[in-house]
């Protein structure tokens, strides 16, 4: 079975500084993606990044970027130079390869990017 | 990425009603997934829906209170049936297209009274 562990429930950063959320990961299948979303109070699920199992880099997305650690099973989001707009629940998870397959969601953590 | 139209965007029910939610996607996906997600908590997976076949409910799901349908590979609903005060919740469909990640409806919002 497939877990996702967020430790920290809130997080706060002062704006222009980077944040990062952790995420680490339980998974005996060898193929498997990571994926991190945003939630705002308006309750949509926002993409942000990808991070495939068996990619050689880590993943980027603008000031997303993904510190990925397989050996440790980790998966932690960074996010750069914060906004006020970044104030957001995220939520890390986790599936097997393949467009079909469910995801695994951790509890969140809710930041807040203070002025 | 595939886009999500999701309606209603919000509903206030009737205990002992039903609600019927609606997901269109504007491109084809194979499957999509049907969250809900209570006040304060991560997203609870509640049933994976497949075109033409019926859908498969998680522990704790089951089909006569959480009707799915799937005609077609662009558009699914679910219904939740005999409301209580417990189904208030945000509930969310899924799909994915291509290597991106999940997209997602926009969300409705439900409160039984």
């Known amino acids: 079975a497939q877990k996702i562990t967020q430790t920290q429930p809130g997080m706060f950063v002062q704006e222009k500084e980077a944040v990062t959320l952790d995420c680490t990961y339980d998974t005996s299948d060898p193929s498997y993606g990571l994926f991190w979303y945003k939630q705002p109070s308006s309750g949509e699920m926002i993409f942000l990044i990808y991070q495939g199992s068996y990619d050689q880099q880590n993943a980027t997305e603008g000031r997303y970027s993904l510190n990925f650690q397989k050996a440790r099973k980790s998966a932690n989001l960074v996010i750069s130079a914060s906004q006020l707009g970044d104030s957001a629940m995220y939520f890390c998870?986790?599936?097997?390869?393949?467009?079909?397959?469910?995801?695994?969601w951790g509890l969140g953590t809710s930041l807040a990017v203070n002025p | 990425s595939a886009v999500i139209s999701q309606k209603p965007s919000r509903d206030i029910c009737q205990r002992g009603t039903s609600l019927t939610i609606q997901c269109q996607v504007d491109?084809?996906?194979?499957?999509m997934f049907w969250y809900r997600q209570q006040p304060g908590q991560s997203l609870t997976l509640i049933a994976t829906a497949n075109q033409g076949s019926e859908a498969t409910y998680e522990s704790g799901f089951v089909i006569d209170k959480f009707p799915i349908s799937r005609p077609n590979l662009t558009f699914s609903t679910l219904t939740v049936s005999n409301m209580s005060p417990e189904d208030s919740s945000i509930y969310l469909c899924?799909?994915?297209?291509?290597?991106?990640?999940?997209?997602f409806g926009s969300g409705t919002r439900l409160t039984v009274v």
């Open positions: 899924s799909g994915r297209q291509g290597t991106e990640g999940y997209t």
């Open positions: 998870a986790i599936g097997n390869a393949g467009n079909n397959r469910k995801l695994i």
């Open positions: 491109s084809q996906v194979t499957m």
